[in-house]
């Protein structure tokens, strides 16, 4: 079993939509990141947390620690956000070596 | 600031070749990652490297070697490419964040290397 689970793996919404991705993880963290990813492009963070809520724009990421569980949402989505989205989480006591889910592809369509 | 580079974006190599991966950032990141992403399977780390003259290995480390002579530059060398390095390798740089347990993370453009 993986130490971060992502769910659903694909996603595809109509625009305006209110979209939500999860990742449980197994192991104690000091941080969780969620990224994006967009076709043939790098990595991006939106997000770092450790604990309670962060809102940007239309996304917003919440974790619950007791739970081992994150979620991130994307309110009226836009063809835009089409991306992949990774939980990676960053294990207690370790630098900075992080553990990655296997992604999320959100297609958002007109 | 440039952020993380990484050269070059595209490869494509012979099995038995060797080549270095380049990476640098100029955020004076003390942490330093190189990652490869292979289709259906999360990031996963090679080596890392949580200063100058320090490095470890990682999840995948065989096949690859890396130093890091600067705090700027963390090459990855392949020593003899095989056809299961072909993949996407990433690069990130971190840096704690004053006041936090917590490390904010920087990745590279990515490069796309195929070994035939």
């Known amino acids: 079993k993986n130490e971060v689970e992502q769910s659903p793996q694909n996603l595809t919404a109509q625009e305006g939509e209110f979209i939500t991705i999860n990742c449980s993880y197994s192991?104690?963290?000091?941080?969780l990141h969620w990224l994006q990813q967009h076709p043939g492009g790098g990595i991006v963070s939106l997000f770092m947390l450790s604990s309670g809520k962060k809102k940007h724009g239309r996304l917003i990421a919440t974790i619950n620690i007791q739970e081992k569980h994150s979620s991130l949402h994307i309110t009226a989505s836009h063809p835009r956000d089409s991306a992949v989205y990774i939980c990676?989480?960053?294990?207690?006591?370790?630098?900075?070596?992080?553990?990655f889910g296997t992604g999320t592809r959100l297609q958002v369509t007109l | 600031n440039a952020g993380v580079t990484q050269t070059p974006k595209f490869q494509v190599l012979k099995t038995g070749q060797s080549m270095t991966l380049q990476c640098a950032q100029d955020?004076?990141?003390?942490?330093m990652s190189w990652y490869r992403q292979d289709p259906g399977m999360g990031l996963r780390l090679i080596h890392y490297?949580?200063?100058?003259?320090?490095?470890d290995q990682g999840e995948v480390p065989n096949g690859y070697n890396v130093s890091r002579s600067t705090t700027e530059d963390f090459p990855l060398r392949l020593l003899s490419a095989a056809p299961s390095q072909t993949s996407v390798y990433f690069c990130?740089?971190?840096?704690?964040?004053?006041?936090?347990?917590?490390?904010?993370?920087?990745f590279g453009p990515g490069t796309r290397l195929t070994v035939t």
């Open positions: 990130a740089s971190s840096s704690r964040l004053a006041g936090y347990e917590t490390y904010e993370q920087y």
């Open positions: 490297s949580v200063g100058a003259g320090i490095t």
């Open positions: 955020m004076n990141h003390e942490y």
């Open positions: 990676a989480v960053l294990n207690t006591g370790t630098a900075s070596k992080l553990t």
């Open positions: 192991v104690g963290i000091s941080a």
